[in-house]
T-cell receptor, first 115, second 109 residues
Framework: ETGVTQSPTHLIKTRGQQVTLRCSSQ?????VSWYQQALGQGPQFIFQ???????GRGNFPPRFSGLQFPNYSSELNVNALELDDSALYLC??????????????FGPGTRLTVL | DAKTTQPTSMDCAEGRAANLPCNHS???????VYWYRQIHSQGPQYIIH???NNETNEMASLIITEDRKSSTLILPHATLRDTAVYYC??????????FGSGTKLNVKP
């Protein structure tokens, strides 16, 4: 069973640029969630994708967007980068079935630094 | 959405039980309590979850009070490798997972 993987591991960008982060779900999972974790803080929910559609969003502006592909992998795109976007970006996958609680399995994260 | 309150940090002696409390006084009837831990900026690791009843697995036990307003995660025999930040999460609906600031557990030899 392959776990959740993310790429790249580290990334450095400058203010105003755009970035794309990638996530491969754990085998058999159909749902992907993205989180932002600033230094010393808990992860903050960005959004979730289920069946290739956004299915819930946290308090993040529209310049944070995403995609989910038919193989359930996902991308997080951030436009017009700001210094405060510097953080660890975590992807979590899970299997959704009606009526059941589901645990999320997290990837190792992508460390984004905005200069 | 229900929020959680946890102590900022706790110490525990190696080999002893670690009891990590969490307050979620605004929890509603269909919200689950989840516990995750995060070791040194790795991805969070799932530990256990529950709704009403106490739960136990190979990692830990989860004790939920009858009124569901608080819970305790118990690591029965803490080791140095259990040093981490532990997050108590109340899950609202299927698509919202809210982490707080967590408890930094320091296991000492």
């Amino acid at each position: 069973e392959t776990g959740v993987t993310q790429s790249p591991t580290h990334l450095i960008k400058t203010r105003g640029q755009q970035v794309t982060l990638r996530c491969s779900s754990q085998s058999g999972h159909n749902t992907v969630s993205w989180y932002q974790q600033a230094l010393g803080q808990g992860p903050q929910f960005i959004f979730q994708y289920y069946r290739e559609e956004e299915n819930g969003r946290g308090n993040f502006p529209p310049r944070f967007s995403g995609l989910q592909f038919p193989n359930y992998s996902s991308e997080l795109n951030v436009n017009a980068l700001e210094l405060d976007d510097s953080a660890l970006y975590l992807c979590a996958s899970s299997f959704r079935s009606s009526g059941r609680a589901e645990e999320q399995f997290f990837g190792p994260g992508t460390r984004l630094t905005v200069l | 959405d229900a929020k959680t309150t946890q102590p900022t940090s706790m110490d525990c002696a190696e080999g002893r039980a670690a009891n990590l409390p969490c307050n979620h006084s605004t929890i509603s009837g269909n919200e689950y309590v989840y516990w995750y831990r995060q070791i040194h900026s790795q991805g969070p690791q799932y530990i256990i979850h529950g709704l009403k009843n106490n739960e136990t697995n190979e990692m830990a036990s989860l004790i939920i009070t009858e009124d569901r307003k608080s819970s305790t995660l118990i690591l029965p025999h803490a080791t140095l490798r259990d040093t981490a930040v532990y997050y108590c999460i109340v899950r609202y609906n299927f698509n919202k997972f809210y982490f707080g600031s967590g408890t930094k557990l320091n296991v000492k030899p």
